[in-house]
């Protein structure tokens, strides 16, 4: 009695000790990355590597050699990522090297998991929401790619985390910092503009809209000039032809994806048996636009191609259910956890009025699954990547409204349960 007397008495005076809860969390996210790390480093492969992988690697070089930005589509919009990358190759040589700073750096980011879900709704579900993070097996395979996919899903966190940050104590510190990472964010990959676009949606619903008007009234004159800058500075890239070569690859690259992705049908980045087949029409007679004359002639086939994408981004096993046999009942059932987890922790935050407040976690998932439907889908989903920790998050609070609905039931039915114990034995 002494015992338990004794470890309720550190539970209550520690239980509000946030590292407590963090630190095994920070120990399991570093063991599950470092040991498939060394595991793979001491196979027969060794690192695993994509042509993406090489395209980054001779890039970094390139910059360390002569440091010549280009103004192409991925010098620009890949900017960010690649300068971090020099830097690293520069420093340590050795691509091992890099690769274990991301896996550390990744494993290391189930901290910030813990804090934004701690900061949205409640400690349970950041324990979950950070175990699910340090246990994922997408996470954990592509943080030892040399790819800026898993550096760019830490920027994202950290980029919520600080915003959260300011909007919580209106710290003009941590304002400079999310003003910074948003920055880098624009130039680290193009995933990274239409996030932002969805962050600052969050913004918008966050603040006032009165006190925002007045704080633009107030500094209006230097919105006016900075806009001014602005399309000064892109009127003179345009007149003497700097942008060319931006346009040019945009343009290449759009008539990739449309010839290339979207007239074959293709749900991912490289044919597979469900796909959407249908005769593209080609004309080009809409303001002389390739993309709009494309996406309009073909409106129908193309809304459907959005409609089989919108069911991929679930996750292969939704080409693969087998519901005629026992395995393949189990298998379904497993797959579909995380779905029914996912689907009733959005339903919890509308029904508890938390999903205003919460809403910055499907904003980001919304701006990630909009880029691969538009886009196309990874077949390896490694796109989908950034979107992961803000998944785990909703689907620990379905776990931790579980917990709580069991909680409810245990107690109720318990209490009655023992209750009729007492009557029968005083009859």
């Known amino acids: 009695m002494y015992l338990i007397e004794r470890i309720n008495q550190i539970y209550q005076r520690y239980k509000n000790y946030e ?3 963090i630190l095994p969390l920070v120990v399991l996210s570093l063991k599950r990355k470092l040991e498939y790390f060394f595991f793979i480093l001491h196979s027969e492969k060794g690192l695993p590597k994509s042509e993406d992988s090489q395209w980054y690697l001779n890039y970094a070089h390139s910059l360390l050699t002569d440091f010549k930005l280009g103004l192409h589509m991925n010098d620009l919009l890949y900017l960010g990522y690649n300068l971090i990358l020099a830097i690293l190759i520069g420093v340590f040589k050795e691509e091992y090297i890099v690769v274990f700073i991301q896996a550390v750096t990744t494993a290391s980011c189930v901290i910030l998991v813990y804090l934004i879900t701690r900061r949205l709704f409640n400690r349970i579900t950041a324990i979950v929401a950070s175990y699910f993070y340090a246990t994922s097996w997408h996470i954990t395979v592509w943080s030892m790619y040399i790819l800026s996919d898993s550096l760019f899903m830490n920027l994202v966190l950290l980029n919520v985390f600080l915003l959260l940050k300011t909007l919580e104590n209106n710290n003009k510190g941590m304002g400079s910092l999310f003003l910074i990472s948003s920055l880098l ?24 809209r009165y006190p925002l008007f007045a704080f633009l009234k107030k500094h209006r004159y230097k919105f006016v000039c900075a806009l001014l800058i602005v399309f000064a500075a892109v009127g003179f890239l345009v007149f003497t032809h700097k942008l060319n070569p931006l346009l040019t690859s945009l343009q290449y ?19 597979s048996g469900h796909d959407y087949a249908y005769r593209p029409d080609y004309r080009i007679d809409i303001f002389g636009s390739l993309i709009l004359s494309f996406l309009i002639h073909n409106w129908d086939h193309v809304l459907l191609l959005y409609g089989r994408r919108a069911l991929a981004f679930i996750g292969w096993w939704v080409w693969k259910t087998d519901i005629r046999s026992l395995a393949g009942v189990i298998k379904l059932c497993k797959d579909v956890v995380p779905s029914l987890l996912f689907l009733f922790g959005t339903y919890a935050a509308i029904k508890n009025n938390l999903f205003r407040k919460t809403s910055i976690v499907w904003l980001v998932i919304v701006s990630i699954f909009l880029f691969c439907m538009v886009l196309f889908m990874d077949s390896m989903y490694r796109y989908k990547l950034p979107a992961l920790p803000f998944i785990c998050i909703v689907c620990g609070y379905g776990v931790e409204r579980l ?14 349960l023992l209750q009729w114990n007492r009557n029968k034995h005083s009859l």
Do not use: C, E, H, S
């Open 403 to 416: 917990i709580r609905i069991m909680l409810f039931f245990i107690n109720k039915f318990g209490g009655k």
């Open 253 to 271: 690259n759009a008539k990739l994806v449309l010839y290339n992705i979207y007239a074959k049908g293709w749900i991912y980045d490289n044919p």
């Open 19 to 21: 590292w407590i809860y």
């Open 185 to 208: 964010m624009l130039v680290f990959r193009p995933t990274g503009v239409l996030t932002l676009a969805f962050i600052f949606i969050y913004i918008a619903l966050q603040i006032n």
